[in-house]
Nanobody, 115 residues
Framework: QVQLVESGGGLVQAGGSLRLSCAAS????????MGWYRQAPGKQRELVAG???????SYADSVKGRFTISRDNAKNTIYLQMNSLKPEDTAVYYC?????????WGQGTQVTVSS
C-alpha cells in the first residue's frame, strides 16, 4: 500500500503563487509516476501535471508556463509550484501515484483563487 498526503493549499489572490506538496509513504518502490489532478465544483477531475520516476514532466495546456512539477526522491515528495494563479484554477487538488497494478490517491487540498 501507498499513502499520499497533500499539503500547501489555501486562499490566494489572482496573480499569486502557492506550492503544493505530496509526501508518499509505504510501498513507494511500486510507484512508476506521480502527478497532480484537480476537480472544480461541477466539473470532472482533470490531470494537471505528471512526473515520471526519471523526472520527466508533463503539463495540461491550461497550466503550461505557470505551473511546475518537481520531485525530491530523498524525501519521497513531489511538488507543484503554481504561479500566476487565476480564479479558474480554483479546485481541490489531488496527488496521484501510478503503481504497477493500481493507483493511489491523496485526500486532496483546496486551492481557492480570488479575483
Amino acid at each position: 500500500q501507498v499513502q499520499l498526503v497533500e499539503s500547501g493549499g489555501g486562499l490566494v489572490q489572482a496573480g499569486g503563487s502557492l506550492r503544493l506538496s505530496c509526501a508518499a509513504s509505504g510501498s513507494i518502490f511500486s510507484i512508476a509516476a506521480m502527478g497532480w489532478y484537480r476537480q472544480a465544483p461541477g466539473k470532472q477531475r482533470e490531470l494537471v501535471a505528471g512526473i515520471t520516476n526519471g523526472g520527466s514532466p508533463s503539463y495540461a495546456d491550461s497550466v503550461k508556463g505557470r505551473f511546475t512539477i518537481s520531485r525530491d526522491n530523498a524525501k519521497n515528495t513531489i511538488y507543484l509550484q503554481m504561479n500566476s494563479l487565476k480564479p479558474e484554477d480554483t479546485a481541490v487538488y489531488y496527488c496521484k501515484g501510478w503503481g504497477r497494478s493500481q493507483s493511489y490517491w491523496g485526500q486532496g487540498t483546496q486551492v481557492t483563487v480570488s479575483s
